[in-house]
């Protein structure tokens, strides 16, 4: 019973970061955005990586959220970053480390 109900808490919490309502835990990087304004709460960005990224939501209407960066230069965003800027918060943020 233990073991199906432990099971059962591993496959929701898997499936609210794959669904985008929590960060992954093994983020290199972890950006939170609050208000439209992204800060840094993991890891590092630059400064001006960050003011573009948050000029970027507010022009989106995010308010709030996560973008995470992953090691292999990959990105996962909260379902409330939409689809539409992903490809230009790449371009930030991955630049930064270019």
Same mark, same amino acid.
């Given at each position: 019973?233990?073991?199906?109900?432990?099971?059962?808490?591993? &496959?929701?919490?898997?499936?609210? $970061?794959?669904? %985008? =309502?929590?960060?992954?835990?093994?983020?290199?990087? +972890?950006?939170?955005? !609050?208000?439209?304004?992204?800060?840094?709460?993991?890891?590092?960005?630059?400064?001006?990586?960050?003011?573009?990224?948050?000029? &970027?939501?507010?022009?989106?209407? $995010?308010?709030? %959220? =996560?973008?995470?960066?992953?090691?292999?230069?990959? +990105?996962?965003?909260? !379902?409330?970053?939409?689809?539409?800027?992903?490809?230009?918060?790449?371009?930030?943020?991955?630049?930064?480390?270019?």
């Amino acid at each position: 019973m233990l073991l199906q109900i432990l099971i059962g808490l591993l &496959i929701v919490a898997v499936l609210l $970061v794959w669904l %985008g =309502f929590v960060p992954p835990p093994h983020a290199v990087t +972890l950006i939170r955005i !609050r208000n439209g304004v992204a800060t840094v709460k993991k890891g590092h960005a630059r400064s001006d990586a960050l003011e573009a990224v948050s000029q &970027i939501l507010r022009e989106a209407g $995010v308010s709030g %959220g =996560f973008i995470a960066v992953m090691g292999d230069n990959k +990105l996962v965003f909260s !379902r409330k970053v939409p689809l539409q800027i992903h490809q230009r918060l790449r371009n930030v943020l991955l630049n930064q480390w270019a």
